[in-house]
């Protein structure tokens, strides 16, 4: 008699696509006849989703009782996370064994307080926005069942509401007085800004202090920026009228390239600054990054990187994570601007140039340069700007001023 032939087994990954086999373990005991059941299972729609994609819910019914398990949640199972299981069939006759990939459910009795009698009278008295709440209760997903607790929650009398409003600002007012609470106001105003201002120094005894250089590029940036800041060292002034004439740079680079200094070193420095100056303008301008190298190969990897981890915020869509430059790093970005101008201008800088390169409104613009803390004042701009008046200065110097919003903004909270 021939010897039989060695197994062999073969690796088939998932038995359909993205569904493994279901393994399956009841909490309450065995099933005295487990061939004779059918299971269901359900996945959630929205494929795409790399955290729902893999959602399932497995049911199953027998004589006296429902069973539903499923793979996420805060009851499911951890070993899925933590181990990886097989499912093997295997023909007896060739000897080959067929391994697929596999989940275990923890099925668990379904055990409902809530269902609907038979008498559906009431339920049909119900109106829609009543049928809609309680398709949400059994059915809705966690963000719309915090969404319907939440508006049942605010479903309070307006009476009760408004005697518990008018009881609670008298309280805080007789305890912490008017002058207190618009000092909190103006505080309030201004922290949504000062969140993406550079990091500031306010006990610092000199204004190149307050905002370290060092905070607003490293050691290691600013060499990267040796290279491509060459083409303003050596810039001259015709190239400089041609760059006017294509708009290539924004209106405050070309300016300060008109004044570069005859030392060396300075020259050289001046030049990094404003390239890096001009590159985070630009970048500004960006919505979604959607390139490696959204500034073009020039840009050093460094900086690259710099622009995208500090100025970017990550969102999802159509099924991959996004870099986005949103309102609020625009803010930020104006904020680093502002600084890296400050050290350019010797610590005074005109703020409406520099708002008209960063296409910003006016009003957010100061609320910025005040949450820097920055000195405001008027002054003349350049004719050759189109706007030789009304320009806005911004000057940092010793003592800070406090941080106050702006002024049109306290007036509408007071008309409220």
Known sequence: MAAPSAATWRYRGDPEMGQPAAIVQFSNGRLREPGGMR???????DTAHPRYRHRRILVSETERLSYVGNNFGSGVMKCNSLCRYFVGVLDKESGQMEVYNAEIFNMQPWLSDNSMPDDTTDYQKKSYREKVDLCIEAFGTSKQKRALSSRRMNA?????????????????????GVAALMQDVAQD???NVSVFLPPCNEDADKPENVYKFEDILSPAEYEALRVPAAVFVN??????????????????VLEELKF???DEKSRDHKARCLWFLDTLIKFSYLKVIKKKHPMGPECPHMISRKL???F??????NGSVQNLVSSSMKAKIAAYVIALALHINSFQTDLTILQNDLKLQESRMMDIARAMRLKISKAKGLPELGNDSNHKLGTLSLPLPESKPSGGRLKRKKMN
Request: contains cysteine; glycine residues 2%.
């Open 39 to 45: 299971f269901t299972a359900y996945r959630h729609r």
């Open 156 to 176: 309070v009398g307006s009476d009760v509401l408004s005697t518990a409003v008018t009881k609670a600002a008298a309280n805080v007012i007789d305890t912490k």
């Open 189 to 191: 105003d201004v922290q």
């Open 235 to 252: 810039i001259t002034p015709e190239e400089i009228t041609k760059k006017a004439e294509d708009k290539s740079h924004c209106s405050f």
């Open 260 to 262: 570069l200094p005859a």
């Open 308 to 310: 995208m981890k500090n």
């Open 312 to 317: 970017t915020s990550l969102t999802y869509n």
